[in-house]
């Protein structure tokens, strides 16, 4: 009993609740609510696993993924400039968009180290700023400053791109790839092995050396630097790969969506995926690759059946619409004040 009562969250408990109640009342078909899930299972599962590291070395949840987020945008925009397409070109976006996303990791980095003990704020107001310099750089830079290539995906005026881009040439490029059929279920199997594998060499991390690193920085940087270690390149290190991760998430919920919202495709990934993460059983100051997995599961489940719920209950699907908003950011609310305590314990070191 004492057991359980260790492991339990009462964050996941009222997930699991809200969505096992919402699922009944929506009167939706399992097969379809499975299809939903398996298909933002592999869409977003690998942007909620760049989370974990950095909660592993006591930075709490990282919303600067988004950086990461915009380093896979700006992979795929330069590969529709120059009209690219097919499984190489996929790749050169993968080593473009990973490039950038290890120099803007370590540029994060050593803002966060001067920001020790804030850097969940620090991480929102970083999100925020890289926004608006993307968006100033292909609203206006792009015609002006960056000579374009492909003139189709401009504005009229020559200057800026257009807000929706298509991506046909790598529209569910790697999606299609050995697709399996369990009667009406569809599994992308070969998508559904790159997240586990994703999974699998996130929890390798943790168990190397580097992720001892992690875990003993976010125990107590005094120690770790009494022991000879720098814990500031291990933070740095610790968001370098979390941003890696995002970006390769990013493109892969890109290639699954087939079209390029090109100024807010990123907006809300880090909080949806927080709440995901959260959503699991994790806290600002413990995750684990299980807390991800389960939470993907169980936020999107809610996700795909609040509409049809909200409209047979208020006859409004947009009270649905609505719900799904104020159950990710209620959930990172609920989430911090939970767990105000452990954030107070986050280590502080004369380091800093």
């Given amino acids: ?60 949840l990282n919303f600067a993924i988004v950086v990461g987020a915009i380093c896979a945008q700006v ?18 976006i993968m080593i473009v968009g990973v490039a950038l996303s290890i120099l803007l990791g370590y540029l994060i980095g050593l803002c966060l180290n001067r920001a020790r003990g804030r850097e969940m704020i620090t991480t929102i107001l970083i999100g925020f700023l890289a926004t608006s310099m993307y968006q100033l750089i292909f609203m206006v830079g792009y015609g002006t400053i960056i000579t374009p290539r492909n003139p189709e995906m401009m504005l009229s005026r020559g200057v800026g791109i257009r807000n929706m881009v298509d991506l046909d040439r790598f529209r569910n490029l790697l999606d299609s790839i050995w697709v399996l059929r369990f009667g009406e279920i569809e599994v992308p199997l070969f998508m559904l092995l790159v997240v586990c594998f994703m999974a699998l060499g996130v929890n390798y991390i943790l168990h190397t050396r580097l992720g ?33 991760i995002a970006c390769l998430g990013h493109i892969i919920f890109i290639q699954n969506i087939g079209m390029l919202n090109v100024y807010t495709a990123h907006l809300n990934t880090d909080i949806f995926s927080c709440a995901a ?24 489940t809610l996700f795909v059946v609040s509409p049809q719920a909200g409209q047979n209950l208020f006859g409004n699907p947009a009270l649905g619409e ?26 502080r070191g004369p380091w800093k």
């Fill in 212 to 244: 001892r690193h992690f875990s003993a920085v976010g125990f107590s940087g005094n120690r770790v630097e009494a022991l000879g270690l720098d814990p500031r390149l291990i933070r740095i290190k610790a968001i370098i790969l979390s941003t890696v």
């Fill in 322 to 347: 609505y719900f799904r908003s104020f159950v990710a950011y209620g959930t990172i609310a609920v989430a911090l004040v939970l767990n105000a305590k452990n954030s107070d314990k986050l280590p």
């Fill in 277 to 300: 993460l959260l959503a699991g059983g994790a806290t600002v100051t413990r995750a684990k690759v299980r807390h991800a997995l389960f939470g993907i599961v169980l936020f999107h």
């Fill in 75 to 92: 992979g795929l925009i330069l590969a529709v400039d120059y009209q690219l397409g097919g499984l190489e070109s996929l790749a050169l």
């Fill in 1 to 60: 009993m004492q057991g359980l009562l260790r492991h339990y969250n009462p964050v996941t408990a009222v997930f699991v609740v809200l969505s096992l109640t919402a699922l009944a009342v929506s009167g939706m078909r399992p097969v379809f609510v499975c299809n939903e899930v398996i298909t933002r299972f592999i869409r977003d599962g690998v942007m909620v696993l760049a989370l974990i590291i950095p909660i592993t070395a006591g930075m709490g």
